[in-house]
């Protein structure tokens, strides 16, 4: 009988030691190199609100701004914060740092900002970290991860683990924190399961109040708003996040989804700090508005373009998956065999 308590003891043991070795072998340590740049940062770059026709003044449109770039290694060169984000607009939001639940991502922080400018943090959302890596500031209390002065640098540490699995905001929390958000200090943490498949497409939709204006990722009104694209027999899915201090519900035309309930949505609210994801298969070609279903919010500014493409020639095979909104199929893995961007570091 004690020879047999032994032998199941073991197995229990060699069994919890496999997954434990399993579950390192796929982890990853990802470092993501991120610099506080300031700008002058424009929030209607095309200068007018086509549905209005009003046309706006470079005193309304251009504001000094201290945004998040990324960068390559040792903030070198400054790099795209997105990979697949509309294009030409960039700079807000901050780089889309994307893992999966066990990975370890180092971000490495410097503000480079003048001397004699302001102090800048980082404080991430929904994954695991030890206080020096908060960078939330409390006086008395916190340490330089939370003020990061100018010419200075922190690397935060954080950790992917099972309850990260979603969407997460970061943000400035440095002592001007306030004015840093309202300038664009804030980014998206995309946290998907080990074994799960990127989308095709992954947008990032900040909604935010600055300068009097309501804004999709610091900008206001159509054109100058992102125009995310995608084709049919994509996957895609919107990363929405909300920062400030109104609520707002999120809503693309033509379109729709399940939540944890299997009901199906097309608007769905979201307060101050509050995130969610949602994916669907592209089924039809079209351009569609995505906004803020708040009316006084999308008249001043807070919608944008959505425009689907026909698939590809070649790839004209159809996803299964049922329509827009129901759980779609794994989308086929991207170019490169994993993302996160460690790639291009």
Same mark, same amino acid.
């Given at each position: 009988?004690?020879?047999?308590?032994?032998?199941?003891?073991?197995?229990?043991? /060699?069994?919890? /030691?496999?997954?434990?070795?399993?579950?390192?072998?796929?982890?990853?340590?990802?470092?993501?190199?991120?610099?506080?740049?300031?700008?002058?940062?424009?929030?209607?770059?095309?200068?007018?609100?086509? $549905?209005?026709?009003?046309t706006?003044?470079?005193?309304?449109?251009?504001a000094?701004?201290?945004?998040?770039?990324?960068?390559?290694?040792?903030?070198?060169?400054?790099?795209?914060?997105?990979?697949?984000?509309?294009?030409?607009?960039?700079g807000?939001?901050?780089?889309?740092?994307?893992?999966?639940?066990?990975?370890? $991502?180092?971000?490495?922080?410097?503000?480079?900002?003048?001397?004699g400018?302001?102090?800048?943090?980082?404080?991430?959302h929904?994954?695991?970290?030890?206080?020096?890596?908060?960078?939330?500031?409390?006086?008395?209390?916190?340490?330089?991860?939370a003020?990061?002065?100018?010419?200075?640098s922190?690397?935060?540490?954080?950790?992917?683990?099972?309850?990260?699995?979603?969407?997460?905001?970061?943000?400035?929390?440095?002592?001007?924190?306030? @004015?840093?958000?309202e300038?664009?200090?804030?980014?998206?943490?995309?946290?998907?399961?080990?074994?799960?498949?990127?989308?095709d497409?992954?947008? +990032?939709?900040?909604?935010?109040?600055t300068?009097?204006?309501?804004?999709?990722?610091?900008?206001?009104?159509?054109?100058?708003?992102?125009?995310?694209?995608?084709?049919?027999?994509?996957?895609?899915?919107?990363?929405?996040?909300?920062?400030?201090?109104?609520?707002?519900?999120? @809503?693309?035309?033509g @379109?729709?989804? /399940?939540?944890?309930?299997?009901?199906?949505?097309?608007?769905?609210? $979201?307060?101050?700090?509050?995130?969610?994801?949602?994916?669907?298969?592209?089924?039809?070609?079209g351009?569609?508005?995505?906004?803020?279903?708040?009316e006084d919010?999308?008249?001043?500014?807070?919608?944008?373009?959505?425009? +689907?493409?026909?698939?590809?020639?070649?790839?004209?095979?159809?996803?299964?998956?049922?329509?827009?909104?129901?759980?779609?199929?794994?989308?086929?893995?991207?170019?490169?065999?994993?993302d996160?961007?460690?790639?291009?570091?």
């Amino acid at each position: 009988m004690q020879k047999t308590f032994s032998w199941i003891r073991n197995l229990l043991l /060699l069994t919890t /030691l496999w997954l434990a070795t399993a579950d390192v072998a796929h982890a990853v340590q990802r470092d993501v190199w991120v610099a506080a740049v300031p700008v002058r940062f424009d929030f209607m770059p095309w200068g007018r609100d086509p $549905i209005s026709g009003k046309t706006f003044t470079a005193e309304q449109r251009f504001a000094p701004a201290t945004i998040y770039r990324r960068t390559t290694r040792n903030w070198r060169r400054p790099l795209r914060n997105s990979d697949v984000s509309s294009l030409p607009r960039d700079g807000v939001p901050g780089p889309l740092i994307r893992a999966r639940v066990g990975d370890t $991502i180092n971000v490495h922080f410097k503000n480079l900002e003048p001397a004699g400018g302001r102090a800048h943090s980082m404080h991430f959302h929904g994954v695991r970290y030890p206080p020096s890596s908060d960078g939330a500031f409390v006086p008395g209390v916190s340490g330089p991860d939370a003020e990061v002065k100018p010419g200075q640098s922190w690397t935060y540490r954080l950790r992917a683990i099972r309850e990260s699995e979603g969407v997460w905001p970061y943000h400035d929390h440095a002592p001007d924190m306030h @004015h840093a958000i309202e300038e664009g200090m804030y980014g998206a943490l995309s946290i998907i399961g080990r074994k799960d498949r990127w989308p095709d497409r992954e947008f +990032v939709v900040v909604f935010n109040s600055t300068h009097e204006f309501e804004t999709i990722n610091n900008r206001a009104f159509i054109n100058n708003t992102p125009t995310f694209r995608a084709r049919v027999g994509e996957v895609v899915q919107w990363d929405v996040l909300a920062l400030g201090s109104a609520h707002h519900t999120f @809503h693309v035309h033509g @379109h729709r989804w /399940l939540d944890e309930n299997h009901t199906p949505l097309d608007t769905r609210t $979201i307060g101050p700090a509050e995130s969610f994801r949602v994916r669907w298969t592209e089924r039809e070609p079209g351009t569609w508005l995505y906004h803020c279903h708040r009316e006084d919010h999308m008249s001043r500014g807070m919608v944008g373009l959505y425009k +689907v493409a026909p698939a590809a020639k070649g790839q004209r095979r159809k996803r299964p998956g049922g329509s827009a909104g129901q759980a779609p199929a794994p989308a086929a893995p991207p170019a490169h065999s994993d993302d996160g961007h460690a790639h291009e570091h």
